[in-house]
Nanobody, 123 residues
Framework: QLVESGGGLVQPGAYLRLSCEVSGVHPYGMGWFRQTPEKEREFVAS????????DYSDSVKYRFTISKAYRESTIYLHLHNLRPDDTAVYFC????????????????????WGQGTQVTVSS
């Protein structure tokens, strides 16, 4: 089970931290995706559980950071310098199998999904 929290309504330039509590799953890696009514689900960031290897989409690189809590089964997404086009429902997801010769950046690589948390960036 994956449970997200931390979304909300913020102004441009603000910071948010999203959390994803993981239970009942032994992931190879975790990911964050986001979706709006106008777009398909978009990759944001991923984290390989054992190695700590991370990957980011170009649109969030250097603004967002994915991390894992020490000794806890929680994945965070730190959203810095938020922009209106970051507005979306953010989902966390768990992948139990490593993709072959590919980064962990496609929805089809993930087996379990949370319910999503809304992030709205508006002045």
């Amino acid at each position: 089970q994956l449970v997200e929290s931390g979304g909300g309504l913020v102004q441009p330039g603000a910071y948010l931290r999203l959390s994803c509590e993981v239970s009942g799953v032994h992931p190879y890696g975790m990911g964050w995706f986001r979706q709006t009514p106008e777009k398909e689900r978009e990759f944001v960031a991923s984290y390989v559980w054992i190695s700590g290897l991370t990957d980011y989409s170009d649109s969030v690189k250097y603004r967002f950071t994915i991390s894992k809590a020490y000794r806890e089964s929680t994945i965070y997404l730190h959203l810095h310098n938020l922009r209106p086009d970051d507005t979306a429902v953010y989902f966390c997801a768990a992948a139990t199998i490593a993709p072959q010769n590919s980064p962990l950046d496609r929805p089809e690589y993930f087996d379990s999904w949370g319910q999503g948390t809304q992030v709205t960036v508006s002045s």
